[in-house]
């Protein structure tokens, strides 16, 4: 139908149908790109829990292979469940996965490549040995234990990693150590728990260095000055501390304990979950992949045939102050760039709108500085909002006007605007700092029925004084619109079906203001993108 046709992503990860979810074991590998991801291989619904396989050189282009993992033995019959890819000492890349029992235990599993001789790895063997950590020890929850994170060295040459559990009715990241990354032993602390949930799925334990882009491979001991960052998917979103850690008690320490977990700062304030990161050898850095479900109604899904998307893969690094994560579009998103335009210097006054005209506003990466003219009419902040962002965001919608804001980008928009998604800024003066809320609000993104249509906000703090321009940085895709403000200090991953999409080419979009102060638009630059090769060829 027209419909699966238009909806369906350009140059997001996707396979050619059916369910998805959780992206795993991404790992790079030999000079190859590795992506397994959660996938049901018959139909549009979740199930048959399979780890997908593709490849790439690029992180762009894909080529599928055969499944990685299916479920084949007693302890993964009800599916391989999320896991994690680790290259060990001798070169050898291992999966660690959950594989769920006939009656509700989950375990951890190991699997090597069959092949090593084989670029692509097609072919994994599960052995004997297996499971490698069976769900026993005081207090855990045997049906609540998965998602191992990658491997990473400690002081004393041993591995460790960590497991999402629920233990004793509170949600845990054990901890387990192995000399040969076969044999485990818990440690008898968990790397980290909390009492405020039950259970952390998807735990993610990386160690970066404040203000570095680079990354920093898990294999090695992490240099001094290192801090650390856990990252657990709850409450349909992913959440993460920075802390340290400490290495004789071996346990995570976060510099803030955040009680109400509302507040916790999130990878991505939008439709994100299930996030993992990686360690790229070739380009030195960290990158995060995350899945993006539909937010249309499932019999959507069976008439489009596909249900789920991984969100661009972004690299994350550590700001200066080791307060927050940063995110950016890897790089070779920009290859797919074609026919740019570029503005500078736009008045937009209180009402101002701009259309951007010149790209295929279907698929388009967008890059927007806003300058405020004046300071002067800045509103007070009021730190209850950050309870529910939400909430502020259906308040303040796009056409509430402020002092300083909203501005921002209106896409996939209708010639009338009664089908538009905003992405927009407002800013705030809090005691000694500038907040700044962004928004991504679907509420009129389609006219259609049946669709989730949140308003999706995060506040970062901003030193307006010092850095001026506020930047936004919004990749469109079809069906995807995916954002980044200040520089990647808020990411936001939204999903829409507006009906304009129907009719090819139909789709607006515009720079706007509805502040009482002027902005400035000092730059915005804007491409069409190029449709990717997306897992069309086998392998
Ligand atoms: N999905 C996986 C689980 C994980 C959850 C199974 C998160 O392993 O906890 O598909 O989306």
């Not at 959660?38 to 055969?66: C, E, F, M």
């Not at 509805?514 to 190029?530: D, F, I, P």
Request: hydrophobic content about 35%.
């Amino acid at each position: 139908s027209i419909v699966s046709k238009n909806y369906r992503t350009a140059y997001h990860f996707q396979p050619r149908k059916n369910w998805i979810n959780d992206p795993n074991g991404p790992m790079y590998y030999k000079g190859v790109y590795h992506l397994f991801y959660q996938y049901n291989p018959g139909s549009v619904i979740p199930g048959n829990k399979t780890w997908a396989h593709s490849v790439s050189t690029d992180l762009i282009n894909w080529v599928r292979l055969q499944p990685a993992l299916e479920r084949t033995e007693p302890y993964d019959a009800k599916g391989c469940w999320s896991g994690s890819a680790t290259i060990l000492g001798d070169g050898q890349p291992a999966i660690l996965y959950t594989g769920a029992d006939d009656v509700k235990n989950q375990a951890q599993c190991i699997a090597f490549p069959s092949n090593l001789s084989d670029p692509y790895l097609r072919e994994w063997t599960k052995p004997d040995s297996n499971p490698v950590i069976r769900p026993v020890g005081p207090g855990l929850n045997r049906s609540q234990f998965r998602d191992p994170t990658t491997g990473w060295a400690g002081p004393d040459g041993q591995w460790r990693i960590a497991v999402g559990a629920e233990l004793n009715g509170y949600s845990a990241a054990l901890l387990y150590k192995s000399q040969d990354f076969v044999h485990w032993n818990r440690v008898e602390h968990p790397l980290y728990s909390s009492n405020s949930s039950t259970m952390w799925e998807c735990p993610d334990f990386f160690a970066a260095i404040p203000g570095n882009g680079s990354g920093l491979d898990p294999s090695m001991a992490a240099p001094s000055g290192a801090k650390h960052v856990l990252k657990v998917s709850l409450d349909s979103c992913d959440k993460y501390m920075v802390g340290v850690y400490d290495l004789k008690r071996d346990e995570f320490v976060p510099d803030t304990v955040l009680d109400d977990r509302r507040l916790w700062p999130r990878i991505d304030y939008g439709n994100y979950y299930a996030s993992k990161s990686f360690f790229d050898a070739k380009k030195g850095r960290r990158i995060i992949w995350g899945w993006t479900n539909e937010s249309d109604s499932s019999s959507d899904d069976s008439a489009k045939g596909w249900a789920g998307i991984q969100a661009i893969p972004r690299t994350i690094w550590l700001d200066c102050q080791s307060k927050q994560l940063l995110q950016w579009p890897v790089a070779e998103v920009e290859s797919l760039r074609r026919n740019g335009i570029s503005h500078q210097g736009i008045e937009l006054e209180k009402g101002g709108l701009f259309e951007i005209k010149g790209t295929d506003t279907l698929q388009a990466d967008v890059e927007i500085d806003f300058e405020p003219e004046a300071m002067d009419s800045i509103d007070p902040f009021d730190p209850s909002w950050l309870m529910d962002t939400e909430k502020h965001c259906r308040k303040v919608d796009a056409s509430v006007h402020g002092g300083l804001g909203p501005f921002g980008l209106a896409v996939l928009a209708s010639a009338n605007m009664e089908e538009h998604t905003a992405v927009h800024f407002r800013v705030y003066k809090a005691e000694h700092k500038y907040m700044i809320l962004m928004c991504c609000d679907l509420r009129r993104s389609s006219l259609r029925p049946g669709l989730y249509t949140p308003a999706y906000g995060g506040f970062f703090e901003f030193d307006l004084e010092e850095e001026r321009k506020i930047s936004l940085r919004t990749l469109i895709d079809r069906s995807a619109v995916e954002s980044f403000g200040g520089g990647g200090k808020v990411c936001i991953m939204a999903r829409v079906y507006p009906a304009t999409l129907i009719e090819d080419g139909g789709a607006r979009m515009y720079a706007f203001n509805n502040g009482t102060s002027t902005v400035k638009v000092s730059q915005l630059k804007a491409w069409s993108m190029r449709r990717a090769h997306v897992n069309v060829k086998k392998a």
